[in-house]
């Protein structure tokens, strides 16, 4: 089979790519190549991420300007799903709840505080609102506490609680109808994927294909994918697991955590499920597993080969863990799912944010949580925050750590670019249309 564009891999990126190649391009002959029989079946499901549209507003560990970055990204996601339920009313691809970054004791406060005036400014509608506030909106985060113990938050009524395989079934409907021509092999796994002449050769477990331009969106697996060709050699991944504890409604809206500044991953937060708000998620925990997909042993060994087996990424490891925080954070979270003493030790942090929880209220949700694909540096021996995007000869690899979900439409928007370069300009991106329906600023 040949196309003008191969897309390989069936989650929230590559069908956000679909999407935007269909109703803002005219490359009318287009691939997807997804292994499993359905879309969303890894990080994108619900049961996967903690389903948060990801704006860098109450993510402590953002920079302003990656906060800037995240939240034009955001933006779009956003405003395709408000469009699209005032087209087709509620398809149940999203809940609004309110959602708060929740700052406990005096530096917590200090900190949070001191943050607020330039992510206010960025984020209009972030208020700072006291303990008293907090206590209203949120009566079990103050039911229990010490009355000496200084809190404040922000908070925003803008919260989007997100389902991302349901959003990538949206995006491919919506696809197939502007272009019924459009080609998608559902259960075909990529093998290899190589040069041939001017176009590359990807070999399947279902036949071979052809393209003269290809996407990797296969989260983990495009590192794997990228290093056959020569590229991304100096990467290596940590793939950081993350788990989740549920328990009852306690909360009404999403409570965020604070991060401790050296780490590339959400903090620990509460949030109500996307399909049953009587639940509250805790989590997500990081793990560090030898796999590149959760749940999927058979991606052990393809782990060890994206890992890269030379001393560069096992100093790089030493490195990274001979920080005290982080070998201490790495050491607390794989205690998290240890039977017994794994609920006992995260109670702690659950109760950080509801203090007067149960024991019994709290449960390990088992199968729940996928894997993120944190991307070492092994030239600066760091780990990177957020995602990746290597740039080959005509083909692009896209690496999606958290919140990588969130800034599908800002990376379709940004390979839909380059394939217009990589295709010889015989084809055209509607970049202004695309920013006039999508990228309205919230
Ligand atoms: C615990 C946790 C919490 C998270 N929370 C959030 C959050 O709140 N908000 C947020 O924005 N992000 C979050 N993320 C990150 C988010 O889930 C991912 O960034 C996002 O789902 C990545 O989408 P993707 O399409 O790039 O990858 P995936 O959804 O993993 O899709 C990749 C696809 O490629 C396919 N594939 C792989 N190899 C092959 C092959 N050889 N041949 C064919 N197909 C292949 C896979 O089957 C899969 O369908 C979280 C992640 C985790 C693990």
Redesign the pocket.
């Known amino acids: 089979m040949k196309h003008d564009v191969i897309i390989?891999?069936?989650?929230?990126?590559?069908t956000a790519l679909l999407y935007t190649l269909c109703k803002y391009t005219n490359v009318k002959n287009i691939g997807l190549?997804?292994?499993?029989s359905d879309f969303?079946?890894?990080?994108?499901a619900p049961t996967?991420?903690?389903?948060?549209?990801?704006f860098g507003d109450i993510e402590t560990n953002y920079t302003i300007e990656k906060a800037r970055k995240v939240k034009h990204s955001a933006d779009m996601v956003m405003n395709y799903l408000e469009n699209e339920k005032a087209a087709k009313g509620d398809e149940k691809l999203f809940i609004k709840v309110p959602k708060m970054v929740l700052a406990v004791g005096k530096d917590q406060v200090i900190n949070l505080r001191n943050r607020y005036p330039a992510f206010g400014e960025l984020f209009p509608k972030l208020k700072m609102i006291d303990k008293e506030e907090i206590g209203k909106l949120e009566p079990r985060i103050l039911e229990g506490r010490d009355p000496d113990q200084e809190l404040l938050a922000l908070i925003t009524e803008d919260g989007y609680t997100v389902d991302?395989k349901k959003l990538s079934y949206s995006f491919v409907s919506n696809a197939k109808e502007i272009n019924p021509d459009v080609s998608i092999y559902l259960s075909?796994?990529?093998i290899s994927i190589t040069r041939a002449g001017d176009n590359y050769l990807i070999k399947t477990d279902k036949g071979d294909f052809e393209a003269p331009a290809i996407v990797v969106?296969?989260?983990s697996?495009s590192l794997l994918m990228a290093k056959s060709l020569g590229y991304g050699k100096n990467y290596s991944i940590l793939s950081m697991a993350?788990s989740f504890y549920t328990g009852p409604r306690v909360l009404n809206s999403k409570v965020y955590t604070i991060q401790v500044p050296k780490l590339p991953f959400?903090a620990v937060h509460g949030d109500p499920e996307v399909h049953n708000e009587f639940v509250t998620r805790f989590g997500?925990t990081a793990k560090p597993i030898f796999f590149l997909e959760r749940y999927n042993n058979s991606t052990f060994w393809e782990y060890w080969k994206t890992f890269g087996l030379s001393l560069k990424p096992v100093l790089s490891i030493f490195k990274i863990s001979s920080d005290r925080i982080i070998f201490n954070y790495l050491l607390k979270n794989v205690v998290y799912d240890f039977p017994w003493i794994g609920k006992r030790s995260f109670m702690k942090e659950i109760r950080k944010i509801v203090p007067n929880v149960k024991l019994e209220e709290i449960k390990y949700a088992r199968g729940i949580?996928?894997?993120?694909p944190q991307i070492i540096n092994n030239t600066t021996r760091k780990l990177e925050l957020g995602e990746a995007k290597i740039l080959g000869d005509k083909i692009i690899f896209?690496i999606?750590?958290?919140?990588?979900?969130?800034t599908?439409l800002g990376n379709a928007l940004e390979d839909s670019v380059k394939l217009m370069e990589f295709l010889g300009n015989k084809f055209t991106f509607d970049k202004a249309r695309f920013e006039k329906d999508l990228g309205k600023p919230s």
Do not use: D, W
């Not at 390989?8 to 590559?14: A, K, M």
């Not at 190549?33 to 499993?36: N, V």
């Open positions: 390989v891999g069936g989650g929230v990126s590559g190549i997804e292994k499993y969303g079946k890894v990080n994108s996967m991420n903690s389903q948060t549209l990801h991302f075909t796994k990529v969106a296969a989260g697996h993350g959400a997500p949580g996928g894997t993120r896209n999606t750590p958290s919140p990588g979900a969130s599908c």
